[in-house]
């Protein structure tokens, strides 16, 4: 299962917010990883720099290695209607973000080990591929076994609000895709044209 597996917290200061890593390490020391401390920035940013930035914020909050998540664009772009809209639905509908935005699981790396463990069903149907895409009408499940809804009570007791594109039946362990998502329900710290125009070139 291909995905990032060097140290989270070296992303969260390389942005300045918790994309991957715990805000803590924000906290303890709020300056870009490397061994020299912070550097002095030379002139202004290129367009290049900035696009190449926001895209990598968005692959690495999403837990895609560089071809998965450019495949993804590619087929948002070849899709009909806004791409810029089709690529966050595509990202925002796997199953391992769909769990982790019903709650059930505390980040989207958590929610991949809880799909690729086998403790989610879809539709009644165990799936345990994390990048496997749901659809508007979806009714997503956590297996009814002891551990598996432990530890989604656990994630679930951080009390992260749902996408209005998904409704969640706490009682019942259970979520339903209402909807797909649309662009201006995304993370507002992302900007999506500048990702655009930068595979654009």
């Keep these: ?3 990032y597996t060097g140290p989270k917290d070296r992303i969260t200061r390389r942005f300045g917010q918790p994309i991957i890593g715990s805000p803590k390490s924000l906290e303890k020391r709020n300056v870009p990883p490397g061994m020299h401390g912070p550097k002095p920035k030379r002139g202004k940013p290129s367009k290049h720099s900035i696009g190449l930035a926001e895209k990598q914020k968005l692959r690495y909050m999403y837990g895609l290695l560089e071809k998965q998540f450019r495949r ?3 087929k948002a772009k070849k899709s009909p209607g806004s791409t810029g ?3 966050v639905q595509i990202l925002e509908t796997r199953l391992d973000s769909v769990i982790y935005q019903l709650g059930f699981a505390r980040s989207r790396p958590h929610g991949r080990q809880l799909v690729g463990h086998g403790h989610v069903l879809v539709n009644g149907q165990k799936v345990n591929i994390p990048s496997y895409a749901v659809d508007a009408g979806d009714r997503i499940e956590i297996k009814d076994k002891a551990h598996s809804r432990q530890m989604a009570t656990l994630a679930m007791l951080e009390k992260r609000p749902v996408p209005a594109w998904l409704v969640r039946e706490d009682a019942a362990f259970k979520g339903t895709v209402n909807r797909l998502p649309e662009k201006g329900e995304m993370d ?3 900007n999506m044209q500048l990702i655009i125009e930068f595979y654009s070139r």
């Design 1 to 3: 299962m291909a995905r």
């Design 72 to 74: 993804a664009f590619d």
């Design 85 to 87: 809209e089709r690529f």
């Design 188 to 190: 507002q710290s992302i």
